[in-house]
């Protein structure tokens, strides 16, 4: 158990909805980050924040969008969802922003029907 | 661009059979080479983390070793619960923190 909890396990929805993906990390960690994980593309970096600041920035689309609240959970938002938006969402925590290991959660498996 | 490449796709073992995993990275200035292993519906399990050529790690059957432009994998005498797909992923740059991963070496090992 790395300690990430990542809510819920699974999501089914449908084109052009919204939804919001959970992330509590790992006690006493600062630092959140937010990965998409496809069957092509791999597993790839999307956003990152940082004691409630945003951090760092990769991919991520227009319709996506992060927050890290004051207890230090994080949300996920993503919007008028399409069919390529399927995929596996992880979030993962480490103590700050340096080269220390990034703990991952189990996932969140988006489907979009 | 930074890049990494993790080779063979897929490695199937008999039980005992030693081998190694390959990763070869392109980053402008490495901060820290990653290995993970994800088992299927789970997320990536932290193994080591290395930070300059020649470092090694251990950990039971696995060796984790590091030079300027690779990293290898050592899985010594694997048994069938070592099965599972294991990631590469480097930090690069000043300021760079988020991980850039390969795209996994599927390992079974069967008895």
């Known amino acids: 158990d790395s300690g990430v909890t990542q809510t819920p396990k699974h999501l089914i929805t449908a084109t052009g909805q919204r939804v919001t993906l959970r992330c509590s990390p790992r006690s006493g960690d600062l630092s959140v980050y937010w990965y998409q994980q496809s069957l092509d593309q791999g597993l790839q970096f999307l956003i990152q924040?940082?004691?409630?600041?945003?951090?760092a920035k990769g991919n991520i689309l227009e319709r996506f969008s992060a927050q890290q609240f004051p207890d230090l959970h994080s949300e996920l938002n993503l919007s008028s969802l399409e069919l390529g938006d399927s995929a596996l969402y992880f979030c993962?925590?480490?103590?700050?922003?340096?080269?220390?290991?990034?703990?991952f959660g189990d996932g969140t498996r988006l489907s979009i029907l | 661009e930074d890049q990494v490449t993790q080779s063979p796709e897929a490695l199937r073992l008999q039980e005992g059979e030693s081998s190694s995993l390959n990763c070869s990275y392109t980053?402008?200035?490495?901060?820290?080479l990653f290995w993970y292993r994800q088992d299927p519906g789970k997320g990536p399990e932290f193994l080591f983390t290395l930070y300059s050529a020649g470092e090694e790690k251990e950990k039971e059957r696995l060796k984790a070793t590091l030079t300027k432009k690779e990293s290898f994998l050592h899985i010594t005498a694997p048994k069938p619960e070592d099965s599972a797909t294991y990631l590469c992923?480097?930090?690069?740059?000043?300021?760079?923190?988020?991980?850039?991963f390969g795209k996994g070496t599927t390992l079974s090992v069967s008895s």
């Open positions: 924040y940082y004691n409630g600041e945003e951090r």
């Open positions: 980053v402008s200035g490495l901060r820290g």
């Open positions: 992923a480097v930090q690069a740059g000043q300021a760079g923190t988020a991980l850039i």
């Open positions: 993962a925590s480490s103590e700050d922003y340096s080269n220390q290991p990034q703990h």
